[in-house]
């Protein structure tokens, strides 16, 4: 649902700035191509540059960066804005095969964020497969939907992995609102089927961006939500890992990724989306499943 709404969007809006450009700027269709990809990509750094104008609103205790490295961490955050967005999600039957899932004692369940699909994680999936794990991924739908609707999906997903591999139990990898569909799951169906949870970036506690998302959801991660207070009055029963990025420009306060009785992992210089095309989080995530 996502990839194809993301790629009937970008199509609309190749064909609405190519047609203004000729029409309009009196330009060939070719150079009119040229001009509408151009703006799209104007547009997007318009919208990475809103969610780091939020950051701003919002200092972070963490190591002061200096200009070169917050120069790349923009920069790079853009990149895998564009990435994600724009290359592999609209794209997503061509980047994203059928999940690998052989008979295996211990099988990770990847699990995306707000507004996303599994193919968020084409970069982190290669890289843990490399290094040994059976990993499935899920994409939760309608994407704008309450969090509590998303769990049975994962629900579903988790029994089908266990049957498929014979595991008893799984290991749940979130990124951003994936860690509060885990978070909820364990919640309501308890610990049988998962033996530890590891998060990144994840609004634990909210975040202030969410006040202007679209979406039930986006309503439930507000800051000091009904439901955010509901989740926080459940104790985690496993060994969890909240891995976050403090210099984070989704997730602000940036202390928001904190989460209780988890082992707290820093992660700095590094943007939102940004952590899931990086190597460094890749080995902190196979570091945390060890």
């Known amino acids: 649902m996502v990839p194809l709404a993301l790629l009937i969007w970008l199509s609309v809006e190749l064909i609405g700035y190519a047609t203004l450009a000729h029409h309009f700027l ?8 040229i001009a509408a990809i151009g703006t799209v990509l104007v547009v ?29 961490m923009v920069v790079g ?77 994962l629900a579903r997903k988790i029994e089908e992995v266990c049957a498929t591999t014979g595991a008893d139990q799984v290991v749940l990898v979130a990124h951003s609102m994936g860690g509060l569909v885990c978070r909820s799951y364990l919640a309501s169906h308890g610990n049988g089927r998962v033996e530890r949870l590891v998060t990144i970036a994840s609004p634990h506690s909210g975040s202030e961006i969410a006040r202007i998302g679209i979406g039930q959801n986006a309503r439930e991660m507000e800051p000091g939500s009904r439901w955010l207070k509901d989740l926080a009055s459940s104790d985690i029963p496993i060994r969890a890992i909240s891995i976050r990025t403090p210099h984070d420009n989704y997730v602000m306060p940036q202390h928001n990724q904190r989460l209780p009785g988890a082992l707290d992992i820093e992660l700095d210089g590094i943007g939102h989306l940004a952590a899931l095309f990086s190597r460094r989080t890749a080995t902190k995530v196979l570091e945390a499943c060890r």
């Open 77 to 153: 955050e853009y990149l895998a804005f564009l990435l994600a967005f724009v290359v592999i999600q609209p794209f997503e039957r061509l980047w994203m095969g059928r999940d690998r899932l052989p008979r295996c004692p211990r099988p990770l369940i990847l699990v995306h964020g707000y507004g996303c699909s599994r193919g968020v994680w084409w970069y982190l999936r290669r890289q843990f497969e490399a290094a040994g794990h059976v990993v499935a991924t899920v994409s939760l739908v309608p994407p704008y939907a309450s969090i509590g609707k998303l769990v049975p999906q």
């Open 44 to 72: 997007r750094a318009g919208i990475s540059a809103v969610t780091w104008a939020y950051a701003r609103a919002y200092p972070s205790p963490a190591r002061k960066l200096s200009i070169g490295e917050k120069l790349r």
């Open 26 to 33: 009196d330009t060939s269709w070719s150079n009119s191509a």
